[in-house]
T-cell receptor
Framework: NAGVIQTPRHKVTGKGQEATLWCEPI?????VFWYRQTIVQGLEFLTY????????DSGMPKERFSAQMPNQSHSTLKIQSTQPQDSAVYLC?????????????FGEGSRLIVV | QEKVQQSPESLIVPEGAMSSLNCTFS?????SIWWYQQHPGKGPEALI?????GNKKEGRLTVYLNRASLHVSLHIRDSQPSDSAVYLC??????????FGIGTRVLVRP
Protein backbone atom coordinates (compact mmCIF):
# COMPACT_ATOMS: atom_id res chain seq x y z
CA ASN A 1 0.00 0.00 0.00
CA ALA A 2 1.64 3.21 -1.18
CA GLY A 3 -0.36 5.48 1.09
CA VAL A 4 -1.88 8.78 0.01
CA ILE A 5 0.08 10.23 -2.91
CA GLN A 6 0.24 13.96 -3.54
CA THR A 7 1.76 15.75 -6.51
CA PRO A 8 3.58 17.99 -6.98
CA ARG A 9 5.53 17.99 -3.73
CA HIS A 10 6.67 21.55 -4.36
CA LYS A 11 5.23 24.25 -6.58
CA VAL A 12 6.29 27.87 -7.05
CA THR A 13 3.81 30.07 -8.83
CA GLY A 14 3.63 33.75 -9.63
CA LYS A 15 0.97 35.95 -8.10
CA GLY A 16 -2.19 35.75 -10.18
CA GLN A 17 -1.41 32.39 -11.75
CA GLU A 18 -3.34 29.19 -11.30
CA ALA A 19 -2.17 26.21 -9.24
CA THR A 20 -3.58 22.68 -9.38
CA LEU A 21 -2.71 20.08 -6.78
CA TRP A 22 -3.41 16.36 -7.15
CA CYS A 23 -4.19 13.67 -4.62
CA GLU A 24 -4.46 9.91 -5.01
CA PRO A 25 -6.18 8.43 -1.92
CA ILE A 26 -5.59 4.97 -0.56
CA UNK A 27 -7.45 2.42 -2.64
CA UNK A 28 -10.77 1.47 -1.08
CA UNK A 29 -11.06 4.55 1.10
CA UNK A 30 -14.39 6.31 0.68
CA UNK A 31 -13.61 9.66 2.33
CA VAL A 32 -11.08 12.19 1.03
CA PHE A 33 -10.15 15.37 2.89
CA TRP A 34 -8.14 18.47 2.00
CA TYR A 35 -6.36 20.54 4.67
CA ARG A 36 -4.04 23.55 4.51
CA GLN A 37 -1.14 23.94 6.95
CA THR A 38 0.70 27.13 7.84
CA ILE A 39 2.93 27.97 10.78
CA VAL A 40 0.53 30.65 12.02
CA GLN A 41 -2.83 28.90 11.55
CA GLY A 42 -1.78 25.26 11.81
CA LEU A 43 -3.91 22.68 10.03
CA GLU A 44 -7.13 24.10 8.61
CA PHE A 45 -9.90 22.01 7.13
CA LEU A 46 -10.84 22.94 3.56
CA THR A 47 -13.22 20.33 2.15
CA TYR A 48 -14.12 16.65 2.00
CA UNK A 49 -15.70 14.09 -0.29
CA UNK A 50 -17.57 10.91 0.46
CA UNK A 51 -17.69 8.37 -2.36
CA UNK A 52 -16.58 11.17 -4.72
CA UNK A 53 -19.49 13.45 -3.73
CA UNK A 54 -18.66 16.81 -2.11
CA UNK A 55 -19.99 16.80 1.44
CA UNK A 56 -18.56 19.79 3.28
CA ASP A 57 -16.63 22.67 1.75
CA SER A 58 -17.07 25.05 4.68
CA GLY A 59 -13.34 25.73 4.92
CA MET A 60 -12.82 26.66 1.31
CA PRO A 61 -12.23 30.30 0.41
CA LYS A 62 -15.17 30.59 -1.93
CA GLU A 63 -13.92 32.80 -4.70
CA ARG A 64 -10.69 31.26 -5.88
CA PHE A 65 -10.57 27.71 -4.49
CA SER A 66 -12.30 24.69 -5.96
CA ALA A 67 -11.98 20.95 -5.42
CA GLN A 68 -13.14 18.03 -7.45
CA MET A 69 -13.08 14.27 -7.28
CA PRO A 70 -13.84 13.00 -10.78
CA ASN A 71 -13.17 9.37 -9.90
CA GLN A 72 -12.37 7.28 -6.84
CA SER A 73 -8.65 7.33 -7.51
CA HIS A 74 -7.94 11.03 -7.54
CA SER A 75 -8.97 14.43 -6.30
CA THR A 76 -7.76 17.88 -7.34
CA LEU A 77 -7.57 21.21 -5.56
CA LYS A 78 -7.41 24.20 -7.85
CA ILE A 79 -6.49 27.71 -6.78
CA GLN A 80 -7.15 30.45 -9.28
CA SER A 81 -5.41 33.83 -9.25
CA THR A 82 -3.01 32.74 -6.49
CA GLN A 83 -2.06 35.25 -3.82
CA PRO A 84 0.94 35.29 -1.45
CA GLN A 85 -1.37 34.39 1.45
CA ASP A 86 -2.16 31.11 -0.33
CA SER A 87 1.41 29.96 0.35
CA ALA A 88 1.08 26.88 2.54
CA VAL A 89 1.40 23.11 2.62
CA TYR A 90 -1.74 21.53 1.23
CA LEU A 91 -2.43 18.12 2.71
CA CYS A 92 -4.74 15.46 1.38
CA UNK A 93 -5.99 12.65 3.60
CA UNK A 94 -8.23 9.64 3.17
CA UNK A 95 -10.07 7.32 5.51
CA UNK A 96 -11.94 4.08 5.11
CA UNK A 97 -15.11 5.82 6.27
CA UNK A 98 -15.63 9.35 7.50
CA UNK A 99 -16.94 8.28 10.91
CA UNK A 100 -15.20 9.54 14.02
CA UNK A 101 -13.50 6.25 14.82
CA UNK A 102 -11.69 5.96 11.54
CA UNK A 103 -8.05 6.91 11.13
CA UNK A 104 -7.20 9.72 8.74
CA UNK A 105 -4.17 8.87 6.59
CA PHE A 106 -2.30 11.91 5.29
CA GLY A 107 -0.09 12.34 2.27
CA GLU A 108 3.22 14.18 2.54
CA GLY A 109 1.66 17.37 1.24
CA SER A 110 2.18 19.82 -1.60
CA ARG A 111 4.14 22.92 -0.62
CA LEU A 112 2.85 25.91 -2.58
CA ILE A 113 4.87 29.11 -2.69
CA VAL A 114 3.32 32.16 -4.35
CA VAL A 115 5.84 34.84 -5.27
CA GLN B 1 -16.83 26.22 15.80
CA GLU B 2 -14.62 23.78 17.65
CA LYS B 3 -11.45 25.28 19.14
CA VAL B 4 -8.44 23.20 20.12
CA GLN B 5 -5.57 24.60 22.17
CA GLN B 6 -2.35 22.82 22.99
CA SER B 7 0.34 23.39 25.60
CA PRO B 8 3.21 23.73 25.93
CA GLU B 9 4.29 25.14 22.55
CA SER B 10 7.55 23.26 22.85
CA LEU B 11 9.10 20.71 25.14
CA ILE B 12 12.65 19.48 25.61
CA VAL B 13 13.11 16.22 27.49
CA PRO B 14 16.14 13.97 28.10
CA GLU B 15 16.15 10.53 26.54
CA GLY B 16 14.32 8.07 28.77
CA ALA B 17 12.13 10.70 30.44
CA MET B 18 8.37 11.14 30.23
CA SER B 19 6.95 13.63 27.73
CA SER B 20 3.61 15.15 28.79
CA LEU B 21 1.45 17.14 26.39
CA ASN B 22 -1.87 18.88 27.02
CA CYS B 23 -4.87 19.77 24.92
CA THR B 24 -8.13 21.53 25.66
CA PHE B 25 -11.15 21.61 23.38
CA SER B 26 -14.31 23.68 23.35
CA UNK B 27 -17.17 21.25 22.77
CA UNK B 28 -17.98 18.60 25.36
CA UNK B 29 -20.09 16.81 22.74
CA UNK B 30 -17.05 16.23 20.55
CA UNK B 31 -16.75 12.63 19.56
CA SER B 32 -13.28 11.17 19.39
CA ILE B 33 -10.01 12.91 20.25
CA TRP B 34 -6.88 12.03 18.32
CA TRP B 35 -3.17 12.58 18.69
CA TYR B 36 -1.08 12.80 15.53
CA GLN B 37 2.71 12.92 15.14
CA GLN B 38 4.32 14.97 12.38
CA HIS B 39 7.97 14.85 11.37
CA PRO B 40 9.49 17.64 9.23
CA GLY B 41 8.45 17.40 5.59
CA LYS B 42 5.93 14.63 6.28
CA GLY B 43 2.20 14.45 6.74
CA PRO B 44 0.67 13.88 10.19
CA GLU B 45 0.46 10.25 11.30
CA ALA B 46 -2.17 9.01 13.73
CA LEU B 47 -0.81 7.76 17.05
CA ILE B 48 -3.75 7.09 19.31
CA UNK B 49 -7.38 8.06 19.78
CA UNK B 50 -9.80 8.09 22.70
CA UNK B 51 -13.56 8.42 22.92
CA UNK B 52 -14.60 7.61 26.47
CA UNK B 53 -13.64 9.39 29.68
CA GLY B 54 -10.67 7.84 31.38
CA ASN B 55 -7.39 6.60 30.05
CA LYS B 56 -6.13 4.45 27.22
CA LYS B 57 -2.69 2.89 26.98
CA GLU B 58 -0.90 1.67 23.87
CA GLY B 59 2.75 0.72 24.21
CA ARG B 60 4.65 3.74 25.52
CA LEU B 61 1.67 6.04 24.98
CA THR B 62 -1.04 6.86 27.52
CA VAL B 63 -3.94 9.22 26.87
CA TYR B 64 -6.19 10.70 29.56
CA LEU B 65 -9.54 12.26 28.68
CA ASN B 66 -11.71 14.35 31.00
CA ARG B 67 -14.77 15.58 29.13
CA ALA B 68 -16.03 17.60 32.10
CA SER B 69 -12.90 19.75 32.04
CA LEU B 70 -12.60 19.54 28.23
CA HIS B 71 -9.03 18.30 28.64
CA VAL B 72 -6.98 15.52 27.14
CA SER B 73 -3.33 14.71 27.72
CA LEU B 74 -0.76 12.51 26.03
CA HIS B 75 2.13 10.96 27.92
CA ILE B 76 5.05 9.28 26.20
CA ARG B 77 7.01 7.02 28.50
CA ASP B 78 10.75 6.39 27.97
CA SER B 79 11.04 9.12 25.30
CA GLN B 80 13.48 8.38 22.46
CA PRO B 81 15.25 10.74 20.04
CA SER B 82 13.02 9.31 17.30
CA ASP B 83 10.02 10.71 19.21
CA SER B 84 11.24 14.22 18.37
CA ALA B 85 8.43 15.68 16.28
CA VAL B 86 5.39 17.95 16.40
CA TYR B 87 2.40 16.41 18.17
CA LEU B 88 -1.04 17.52 17.05
CA CYS B 89 -4.22 17.15 19.06
CA UNK B 90 -7.33 16.76 16.89
CA UNK B 91 -10.99 16.68 17.79
CA UNK B 92 -13.66 15.03 15.70
CA UNK B 93 -16.63 17.36 15.60
CA UNK B 94 -19.78 17.86 13.61
CA UNK B 95 -19.53 16.76 10.03
CA UNK B 96 -16.89 14.18 10.86
CA UNK B 97 -13.99 16.48 10.07
CA UNK B 98 -11.04 16.84 12.43
CA UNK B 99 -10.18 20.20 14.00
CA PHE B 100 -6.50 20.42 14.88
CA GLY B 101 -4.51 22.35 17.46
CA ILE B 102 -1.35 24.24 16.49
CA GLY B 103 0.82 21.49 17.96
CA THR B 104 3.53 20.91 20.54
CA ARG B 105 7.11 20.58 19.31
CA VAL B 106 8.95 17.87 21.25
CA LEU B 107 12.73 17.52 21.24
CA VAL B 108 14.25 14.49 22.95
CA ARG B 109 17.92 15.02 23.76
CA PRO B 110 20.18 11.92 23.72
Amino acid sequence: NAGVIQTPRHKVTGKGQEATLWCEPISGHSAVFWYRQTIVQGLEFLTYFRNQAPIDDSGMPKERFSAQMPNQSHSTLKIQSTQPQDSAVYLCASSLREYSGNTLYFGEGSRLIVV
Amino acid sequence: QEKVQQSPESLIVPEGAMSSLNCTFSNSASQSIWWYQQHPGKGPEALISIFSNGNKKEGRLTVYLNRASLHVSLHIRDSQPSDSAVYLCAVNSAGNKLTFGIGTRVLVRP
